[in-house]
């Protein structure tokens, strides 16, 4: 059910605040991690932070889906011009779509190019994709093109927020 006072619920507001920090934290960890020329033990480090943590905003937005979909989010205000709404409205979908995409295709890349994640190794949770360099290159590209929308997206969404 929609919240009756027109706001998020203090669930919504904490789930949402947690995948913030996260992904913002993820973004600069994932262009910095493939560049050149920074120390092997920073490279790992960073390589270590960005598939488990990858794995936990998985599990968060499949969290968020399901929350999302037993509580809608309250209307958007009336107040705002019909375009912002609508604007609005798509970049919240596509940032959905994309905080689901973005782990996906992380696990697929790495998983098909024989790369562990700790995380899930340590659960012994099996590989769900073969070793595949073809399958991997593929979800590798499908990542950093990602990685960038989902770049432009935060920035849109955040500029919106402090013009609202």
Do not use: C
Request: hydrophobic residues 55%; charged residues 10%; aromatic residues 10%.
């Amino acid at each position: 059910m929609a919240n009756p006072t027109g706001t998020f619920s203090a669930s919504a507001r904490w789930l949402h605040w947690i995948m913030a920090i996260l992904v913002l934290a993820m973004i600069p960890a994932g262009f910095n991690m493939v560049r050149e020329g920074i120390s092997p033990s920073v490279q790992d480090a960073l390589f270590l932070f960005h598939k488990n943590v990858g794995v936990l905003l998985l599990l968060l937005i499949v969290v968020r889906i399901l929350y999302r979909w037993r509580n809608p989010a309250p209307p958007a205000p009336l107040h705002l011009p019909a375009w912002q709404r609508g604007v609005a409205h798509v970049t919240h979908g596509l940032l959905y779509v994309l905080l689901l995409v973005m782990p996906l295709a992380g696990y697929i890349r790495v998983k098909g190019g024989g790369f562990p994640i700790e995380t899930l190794d340590a659960l012994a949770v099996p590989s769900l994709v073969p070793r595949s360099d073809a399958l991997a290159e593929v979800a590798k590209s499908v990542h950093y093109y990602g990685g960038w929308a989902i770049a432009f997206l935060v920035a849109l969404h955040v500029g919106a927020a402090l013009q609202h």
